[in-house]
């Protein structure tokens, strides 16, 4: 597959009408339409479902959509990395992080660098640690920042010196929202919003010492913001870190942390072995230093 087609394939995703998507790349109606069934031969499999004024995608076509965007950012990150190289110190950095308070950390050290080398430009992309690991892994990202537990092996590191906290979001006119704290037994009958990452909700039930399958667990999630607004709403109490939804005196909802208390840490990663540009090298090169 050639990275120009798939640049064709995705301006068609896009679109959703090959008309359309000619005049967008400059190239006749017939000329693409060739290209796309093309690319269906070569992959032996129906992309497109081609109808009078719309074209839709096929399972397989919402696959290659997905591969097909990880593919173009890889070589556009890689072909920046090339032109960059003759530059001293500026380009671009590609940083992931989860929502976790030792961002703050992190962001004072980017801070210190962007002051150092102007001409960098940082891309930030926010995930559950799964998700920055796989960012990590395909070369999208040059860092990632996660909490613990999280397997290092195929990683080089650095752990911060510093500890997250856990408590519950609970509603604010609820009974627990009352509490100084809340203990396992406080939680065992409680409906629970927790993580979708399976060695946390693992931990959480091993400190509540449960079962992972005994817990009400009503709903899982990847990022807090959307699961405080359904704890707002009062579907259940959501297992998170402190610091990370912001509170006033109008808040809907009230952190209440753990006791005893449950802590992780925070770690920064990057591929070993791993190629860098000689921006991200430099950038990764002075974190580690900084943060040793």
């Known amino acids: 597959m050639e990275i120009r087609i798939l640049r064709y394939f995705l301006t068609v995703a896009r679109e959703e009408n090959i008309t359309k998507a000619a005049n967008v790349l400059h190239i006749t109606q017939p000329t693409l339409s060739r290209q796309l069934m093309q690319l269906e031969e070569e992959l032996n499999t129906q992309l497109l479902i081609r109808g009078k004024n719309k074209i839709t995608l096929t399972d397989a076509g919402m696959l290659l959509r997905r591969r097909a965007e990880e593919i173009i950012d890889l070589a556009d990150k890689t072909e920046k990395e090339f032109l960059e190289a003759d530059e001293l110190i500026a380009g671009e950095i590609f940083v992931g992080a989860g929502e976790i308070n030792a961002m703050h950390l992190l962001g004072d050290f980017m801070i210190k660098f962007q002051h150092r080398y102007p001409q960098i430009k940082y891309h930030l992309y926010s995930g559950n640690a799964d998700d920055v690991k796989q960012k990590v892994d395909q070369g999208l990202l040059d860092i990632g920042l996660l909490t613990e537990p999280v397997d290092v092996e195929k990683y080089d590191f650095v752990r911060l010196n510093y500890q997250e906290s856990w408590g519950i979001l609970a509603p604010k006119d609820s009974a627990i929202a009352k509490k100084d704290y809340v203990t396992p037994q406080d939680l065992q009958k409680l409906p629970l919003l927790i993580g979708h990452r399976q060695i946390v909700q693992n931990e959480l039930a091993h400190w509540m010492g449960m079962n992972v399958q005994d817990l009400n667990i009503v709903a899982t999630y990847d990022l807090i913001y ?18 990370i939804v ?3 005196n109008d808040s809907l909802v009230r952190f209440i942390p753990l006791k005893p208390a449950y802590e992780t840490g925070a770690v920064i990663v990057w591929k070993k072995h791993q190629v860098f540009s000689l921006t991200a090298t430099r950038f990764i ?4 230093d900084y943060f040793h």
């Open 226 to 243: 959307n699961a405080a607004i359904l704890v707002e709403k009062g579907l259940g109490y959501a297992l998170c870190l402190d610091k």
């Open 246 to 248: 912001y509170m006033s």
């Open 285 to 288: 090169q002075e974190l580690y």
